[in-house]
């Protein structure tokens, strides 16, 4: 069989929601309303639609779908799931390679990756399979798949999901990324759905209300970063305002603070900002980031601002990172994090905890979890996280019927870290302690039903996830 009966354009999805990658970058604040973004390889062009919904300025190509669309460059561009289904592999380099020269700032790679999908009955064609439906599918591992992205474009790929990476043009880009991916915040993707109505505010006599929307975002990014913005760290839309009510920069802080900025919660964004700081160069340094030493001037203004130099801030990682390397002190933060209701230490002394509770672990464990995610990329809010730190692993569960009292997993995924690799595996087990990891109240009844399962034993101990 030749290339020529290969059907590409029928792996082309109908999606009605952001495909993974675009809902990724979304999530991440890489794509939002200002950015430009070229889908290179677009098939249907359903991504583009929900962007636009979104006010997000969106074109793409797709030789099937879109071939007299001109290829044209944006700040991100998107190679969605594309590759895996080129059966040529010199063609596939060459099409990473135009798409890398169109991204100004972002280039968001997909592929399926090795255990996403049964291959069971497909027919080997090539390095890849053939599908019952004439279409070609490779099946990347990641570390492989991170070696080719190294290799063509010139930057280290940074990982966010199994198969999903980006790879910036700007060592500053990359590292602020990397910084508010490490605290957690994600952005909410609703607003692609149904179009977003904007806030109207009544004019007001006084100062605060008629300089209200500055004043907001003046306290928003100060509860955020634990310090005052600087002028260019707002958007342009602020000083607009400032200047038509004839108020300075300097005053509209002053106002902020006196009515805006609650002292104690300023005082904790202050806290929270030097250790996510700390955490984040640790990961650096672990991961030997290229652009670990190139910081944004946002970031710089952080680090002189809460460690006084950016020496000061290196002498203190550095005396951050020697205090990871005891495991004492690693076991003894995932016993205060079972003690403080946010996971289950299970009978081989590992952490298992919602992922959604990662971001509230003490920055030591956000660092181990950091250096998963360096290697398997985001991990989704559906998945139960399982901390091994001894065995230098962290696996990630994928939960069915996250909402019965007792739910299955279905696929794990391991991150090895002694090997750099990410395995994805068949492994149906049941979660008997979910009150404990999910931090549920002492009286629900969640803990009830697990009281009565415990008396009746009726579970297989060999698939539990956690034992009682």
Not at 20 to 48: E, K, N, W
Not at 238 to 255: I, K, P, W
Not at 320 to 346: C, E, F, V
């Amino acid at each position: 069989m030749t290339s020529a009966t290969v059907h590409r354009h029928r792996t082309a999805m109908v999606r009605h929601t952001l495909s993974q990658p675009m809902s990724l970058a979304v999530r991440h604040g890489l794509i939002r309303p200002g950015v430009t973004v070229f889908d290179y390889g677009c098939g249907q062009g359903d991504d583009l639609r929900a962007l636009a919904v979104a006010g997000v300025e969106a074109t793409g190509w797709d030789p099937h779908f879109a071939p007299d669309i001109s290829l044209q460059d944006a700040e991100i561009v998107n190679l969605g799931f594309v590759l895996n289904v080129i059966e040529d592999p010199a063609e596939r380099v060459v099409a990473l390679k135009a798409a890398w020269e169109l991204a100004r700032r972002v280039l968001l790679v997909s592929v399926l990756i090795v255990g996403a999908v049964p291959v069971d009955g497909l027919r080997r064609f090539g390095d890849g399979y053939l599908t019952a439906r004439g279409t070609f599918q490779k099946y990347f591992q990641q570390s492989e798949f991170k070696v080719v992205l190294t290799q063509t474009a010139g930057v280290e790929p940074i990982a966010l999901a199994p198969g999903i990476f980006a790879l910036f043009r700007s060592p500053e880009d990359e590292q602020d990324f990397l910084l508010e991916r490490r605290r957690g915040r994600r952005a909410s993707t609703s607003k692609y759905r149904t179009d977003r109505r904007a806030k109207v505010l009544s004019a007001k006599p006084h100062l605060a209300d008629r300089i209200a929307n500055a004043i907001d975002a003046i306290a928003k990014f100060a509860l955020q970063r634990g310090r005052l913005p600087h002028p260019d760290e707002v958007p342009s839309d602020v000083h607009d305002l400032l200047a038509a009510e004839r108020v300075s920069f300097a005053r509209a802080q002053d106002v902020s603070q006196g009515t805006r900025i609650d002292e104690r919660l300023f005082e904790r964004a202050a806290a929270d900002r030097r250790e996510d700081l700390l955490v984040h160069q640790a990961l650096n340094l672990l991961n030997r980031s290229r652009s670990a030493y190139r910081p944004s001037p946002s970031m710089v203004r952080d680090i002189r601002h809460h460690f006084g130099s950016q020496q000061q801030f290196a002498e203190q990682t550095l005396e951050y990172l020697h205090a990871l390397a005891d495991p004492q002190r690693t076991a003894a933060a995932m016993r205060r994090a079972a003690d403080n209701g946010l996971g289950a230490i299970d009978e081989d002394g590992r952490l298992v905890i919602n992922s959604r509770r990662v971001v509230d672990l003490e920055g030591v464990l956000r660092c181990y979890v950091g250096c998963a995610v360096h290697l398997s990329g985001d991990i989704d809010h559906e998945h139960i996280v399982r901390l091994d730190p001894l065995r230098r692993r962290t696996t990630l569960f994928s939960l069915t019927a996250k909402r019965q009292p007792f739910p299955e997993t279905s696929t794990s995924i391991m991150i090895d870290l002694k090997r750099q690799d990410v395995i994805i595996r068949d492994d149906p087990r049941v979660l008997v302690r979910k009150a404990d990891v999910f931090g549920m109240a002492s009286l629900s009844r969640q803990r009830s039903a697990e009281a009565d399962r415990r008396k009746s034993g009726g579970y297989d101990e060999d698939r539990v996830l956690v034992r009682m």
